[in-house]
């Protein structure tokens, strides 16, 4: 049952999208192959550093036949720089099981079955590819639903991902393409997490959370903060630099490779080496042979 509030939200949301939205290169794309590569590139990675690997990787790649006949190794080449590089091999994993199967699913659950797709990445490309009238919960988006639709009671409604999905998916206008871009720009620019400008919001007079946010301040935001590991001190940042030199080389041998590692940081330890070398051999990243190390 939608909401009585719906047209007036819709309403106002586009409004304001149509004057503030972002111009990016993925908006208005229908190819559910060109919406996947975006999806999986912004996984954990700002807009602003996708672009350039997004048109990079679609140069060299412009089909998902391409995608899926490749080599993976050109393919964590190309991704370099981008990080958290298992997400190379899983969309590549992806382009070889449509292409297997012969096409794309063009359902939730349907697409849910390809590998590396999750709810959320299956609903953005049900969405933006296959006309779905359905919301995308990105973590601006599902923020902006628990204020606007349950208010203080926002807490509950965090922790009930189907609740909050079923809220969101009853606020969808038609025309679902442009209102799911429409609110992923206003979650990350108007309701944002630390300080939503519920002053000069088109959405005030409906929002639920609004008054709570007035009278507490701006930190409604449910964060128990984790505690932050330096990324130097991380094992990405391991992972990072030994793809690094792997991109650069065929090959190379063990001592080699610590060294190298060693010269340009003297804190990684031969440990964190061991376990980042474990840790890409278990994703299929790396592999090794007689004591050399290459991309696969
Ligand atoms: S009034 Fe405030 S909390 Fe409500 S949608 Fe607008 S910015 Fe977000």
Redesign the pocket.
Known sequence: MPPPDRPIIAKRVLAWYRRHGRMLPWRGETDPYRILVSEVMLQQTQVDRVIPFYERFLERFPTVEALAGASAADVIRLWGGLGYNRRALFLQKTAQAVVARGGWPKDVDGLQELPGVGPYTSRALAVFAFGARLSVLDVNVRR?VQ??VFGPEWGRAAKDDAALQDAADALVPRGSYDWNQAIMDFGSA??TAKR???VS?P??TV?K??PA?ERKGMEITASRRKKVVPFKESQRYVRGLVLMLLRERPSLAVPALLTSLQQRDRGITELRVVKALTGLAADGLISMERGRIKLP
Do not use: G, K, M, S
């Open positions: 902006w204020r606007v108007v309701c939503p400008a519920c919001c959405l005030a929002c959370a609004r946010i």
